[in-house]
T-cell receptor
Framework: AQTVTQSQPEMSVQEAETVTLSCTYD???????LFWYKQPPSRQMILVIR??????QNATENRFSVNFQKAAKSFSLKISDSQLGDTAMYFC?????????????FGTGTRLAVRP | KAGVTQTPRYLIKTRGQQVTLSCSPI?????VSWYQQTPGQGLQFLFE???????NKGNFPGRFSGRQFSNSRSEMNVSTLELGDSALYLC???????????????FGPGTRLLVL
């Protein structure tokens, strides 16, 4: 079974600064997918960024980027130029590759507060 | 494209009753997954349907069931409600194919269920 660990329950960052959220996972799979989702107070879960394990290049989406270290089973999210709208719960999630079915395994989340 | 929609958005039920939640996926998506979110247990996978077949199932009692229709819309049913079933129920859709971008799940706004 896969497990996802987010060791930072809460974080705070000043607007316009950079913050990094940590995520580690445990799996015996070689091919898999990793995701970061954000859940603002409205509760809608929104995809932030995704990474395919067989791709060595780290994924980036505008101000969001990841540091994917496959050997260390680490998948951290960096948010640059933080904005007030980035205030949310952030969840790291894992999915196996293949056609056996889609199932996301989530971490416990990191609550990020962006201070004005 | 319209996003994932869930109805109803809020529900209040009493113990012992049953409830049916509905999810309409993004057009063209054939996989629908259901998750339960509670403060104590976090995000937990319930089940996944692809082309009207249950392809994956989480560790929930048989009171939790689901189905998918030919138009990919899905319903989940909880019978004999218990207080502990109070939660946010999230539905997610994806293309459901074997790999790559098709594995990405997009979430609906959720149905908040309160059991009294």
């Amino acid at each position: 079974a896969q497990t996802v660990t987010q060791s930072q329950p809460e974080m705070s960052v000043q607007e316009a600064e950079t913050v990094t959220l940590s995520c580690t996972y445990d799996t015996s799979e070689n091919n898999y997918y990793l995701f970061w989702y954000k859940q603002p107070p409205s509760r809608q879960m929104i995809l932030v960024i995704r990474q395919e394990a067989y791709k060595q290049q780290n994924a980036t989406e505008n101000r969001f980027s990841v540091n994917f270290q496959k050997a260390a089973k680490s998948f951290s999210l960096k948010i640059s130029d933080s904005q007030l709208g980035d205030t949310a719960m952030y969840f790291c999630a894992f999915m196996k590759h293949g056609s056996s079915g889609d199932k996301l395994t989530f971490g416990t989340g990191t609550r990020l507060a962006v201070r004005p | 494209k319209a996003g994932v929609t869930q109805t109803p958005r809020y529900l209040i039920k009493t113990r012992g009753q049953q409830v049916t939640l509905s999810c309409s996926p993004i057009s063209g998506h054939r996989s629908v997954s259901w998750y339960q979110q509670t403060p104590g247990q976090g995000l937990q996978f319930l089940f996944e349907y692809f082309s009207e077949t249950q392809r994956n199932k989480g560790n929930f009692p048989g009171r939790f069931s689901g189905r998918q229709f030919s138009n990919s819309r899905s319903e989940m049913n909880v019978s004999t409600l218990e207080l502990g079933d109070s939660a946010l129920y999230l539905c997610a859709s994806s293309a459901g194919l074997a790999g790559g971008i098709a594995k990405t799940q997009y979430f609906g706004p959720g149905t908040r269920l309160l059991v009294l």
